[in-house]
């Protein structure tokens, strides 16, 4: 079944710490990836997208993301967090085979001033 | 720039009653997309359009049925609600990118409570 997965449920950094969450997805052909942003109380935002080419994508607000094909991966990353990114990320996948962006389980991001 | 343009945003109903939301895509986007966040939960997929035919169904209950009009606006009919219903029910549209359908531009969303 078409799926994509993200390991941490809640993460909990201090300011300045760097960032790595994790995405996996199921085989299934050609796909493009997304990350969403959803800060408290709005809507779903576009961080980044990896459609084809450079594996490594940059997106908004420094946060950068790795396509890691062998590994059906698509890591998140950002450097130094800062208290403004205490939000909820997910990651999302779009099969060629379908004509929807199937949705992560959401990691929550909680930064410590 | 222009929005996704979703309404109302919020409503409330009793059980067994029926409400309506509607979608106003980004202008010259064709594809629309149905999602349902519950509390804590991420969006599910529920039904999306393409040039005002259905596309995609994902996890709809048979109460709820949704169409695309000829202006590419959208409407969310939900009927003999239940309390698993209350939600928050995100609108989305997009456009053909080069490859595959493109990024999805998120209205603000309609949050359905259900007493």
């Known amino acids: 079944a078409q799926s994509v997965s993200q390991h941490n449920h809640h993460v909990i950094l201090s300011e300045a710490a760097s960032l790595e969450l994790g995405c996996n997805y199921s085989?299934?052909?050609?796909?493009?990836l997304f990350w969403y942003v959803q800060y408290p109380g709005q809507h779903l935002q576009l961080l980044l997208k990896?459609?084809?080419?450079?594996?490594l994508v940059k997106g908004i607000k420094g946060f950068e993301a790795e396509f890691i094909k062998s590994k059906f991966s698509f890591n998140l990353r950002k450097p130094s967090v800062q208290w403004s990114d205490t939000a909820e990320y997910f990651c999302?996948?779009?099969?060629?085979?379908?004509?929807?962006?199937?949705f992560g389980s959401g990691t929550r991001l909680s930064i410590r001033p | 720039a222009a929005g996704v343009i979703q309404s109302p945003r919020h409503l409330i109903k009793e059980k067994r009653e029926t409400a309506t939301l509607k979608c106003y895509p980004i202008?010259?986007?064709?594809?629309v997309y149905w999602y349902q966040q519950g509390p804590g939960q991420d969006p599910q997929f529920l039904i999306s359009f393409y040039e005002k035919m259905q596309s995609d169904k994902g996890s709809i209950p048979d109460r709820f049925s949704a169409q695309q009009f000829s202006d590419y606006h959208s409407e969310l009919n939900m009927s003999s609600l239940e309390l698993g219903d209350s939600a928050l029910y995100f609108c989305a549209s997009s456009s053909p990118g080069t490859s595959g359908r493109g990024e999805l531009f998120f209205g603000e969303g309609s949050r359905l409570t259900v007493l």
């Open positions: 202008p010259r986007h064709d594809t």
């Open positions: 999302a996948i779009e099969y060629s085979s379908a004509s929807k962006i199937i």
């Open positions: 085989y299934g052909g050609t796909v493009n």
């Open positions: 990896y459609f084809s080419g450079d594996p």
